[in-house]
C-alpha cells in the first residue's frame, strides 16, 4: 500500500482552505429542513467537533428492522446540507435493508459551526458518533460529490469502516473548478503554487489506494462537466472499486435517472463488504 499523504500544518491548512474558499462556488443560506413524515422516525443530533470549535448537526434515521450496520451519508456542497438526503430513496432503501443511517451538515451548512480546516476532520468526528451509537455493528460511508470527496481523505487513514460508495466525486477540487469555473483559474493557479501541500493533499488519486476498507463502489454520470467518466474509473482502479457510468447524466443526476442502479450498487457493496471484512490495518 503506498504511503499515506502528508496533511499540511494546521496554520498552513487554514491559509489555503480559506484561500480555495474565496475561489470557490457561492451558495445561499438556507434554513435545514425538518424530514418529512415520510421518513420518520428521526433525531437531530448534536455532534460534537474534536480539536475545533463549534458542533456539527446531524439527522439519525434508525431503521426498524432487524439493524445489520449504520451508514453515514455526506451530502454534496449544496445549500440544502442534510435535507439533500429527503429526497431520492436513499434513506429509506437503506433502513428496509437493515441500517442505521446518519446524515451531516458540514461547517458552514444548516446548524453546523464554522468552517475550521478541511472537512476531512469533520467526517472523523461523524464516524465517532456512530461508534458511539451504534458500536459493534459495521460502519459504511456514502458520500455524494463534496462528501465523498472528503470521506476518501478520512477513510484513506481510518480503520473502522468496512464499506465506501461514492456518487459524482471529483478527484481534485482545484480541477475541478478551473473545469467549472474558467474565471478562477489564475486564483487556482496560483493556489497551486502557494499552496503546493494542500494541492497534494486535495488530489485523491493520492489517497484512493490508500482507503481503509474492504469494498467501494463510484458511480457517475457520463456528461458530468466536471467529473468526467475516466476521472471515476481512474479513482475506482486506484481504490480496487467498481463503477458505473450512468448515460444522460449530469452532475448529481445519476441517482435521479438511474435511482435502481445507484441504490443497487450501494448495497451490493455494503453487503459485500460486510461478508470480507474490514481491511488489514
Not at 207 to 230: F, I, K, N
Request: proline share 11%; hydrophobic share 40%.
Amino acid at each position: 500500500m503506498p504511503p499515506m499523504i502528508e496533511r499540511p500544518s494546521p496554520l498552513y491548512e487554514q491559509l489555503s482552505f480559506r484561500w480555495f474558499l474565496t475561489f470557490g462556488p457561492r451558495l445561499g443560506k438556507v434554513e435545514p429542513g425538518s424530514p418529512p413524515p415520510a421518513l420518520a422516525p428521526f433525531e437531530t443530533l448534536r455532534i460534537e467537533r474534536h480539536e475545533r470549535p463549534g458542533t456539527l448537526f446531524g439527522t439519525w434515521f434508525p431503521t426498524t428492522e432487524e439493524a445489520r450496520g449504520a451508514v453515514l451519508l455526506l451530502p454534496p456542497w449544496t445549500p440544502w446540507g442534510r435535507a439533500y438526503f429527503h429526497r431520492r430513496g436513499r434513506i429509506p432503501a437503506l433502513r428496509r435493508a437493515g441500517y442505521h443511517v446518519l446524515t451531516l451538515d458540514f461547517p458552514g451548512r444548516g446548524g453546523s459551526g464554522p468552517v475550521a480546516g478541511f472537512f476531512d476532520r469533520d467526517v472523523e468526528d461523524a464516524l465517532r458518533t456512530l461508534d458511539e451509537r451504534v458500536p459493534g455493528l459495521p460502519h459504511h460511508v456514502w458520500g455524494i460529490s463534496a462528501g465523498g470527496y472528503w470521506a476518501h481523505m478520512a477513510l484513506s487513514r481510518r480503520n473502522g469502516v468496512v464499506g465506501a460508495m461514492f456518487e459524482d466525486v471529483s478527484p481534485h477540487l482545484i480541477e475541478w473548478g478551473g473545469r467549472l469555473m474558467p474565471a478562477a483559474r489564475p486564483g487556482h493557479v496560483v493556489f497551486r503554487n502557494l499552496f503546493s501541500r494542500s494541492y497534494r493533499y486535495f488530489d485523491l488519486r493520492n489517497h484512493a489506494p490508500c482507503l481503509q476498507v474492504a469494498r467501494t463502489g463510484y458511480v457517475s454520470g457520463a456528461e458530468d462537466p466536471g467529473v468526467h467518466p475516466p476521472d471515476t474509473h481512474d479513482l475506482a482502479e486506484r481504490a480496487g472499486g467498481t463503477v458505473r457510468i450512468i448515460p444522460g447524466a449530469g452532475h448529481l443526476e445519476a441517482i435521479k435517472i438511474a435511482q435502481d442502479q445507484v441504490i443497487g450498487l450501494a448495497l451490493e457493496t455494503f453487503a459485500a463488504a460486510e461478508a470480507e471484512g474490514p481491511a488489514p490495518p
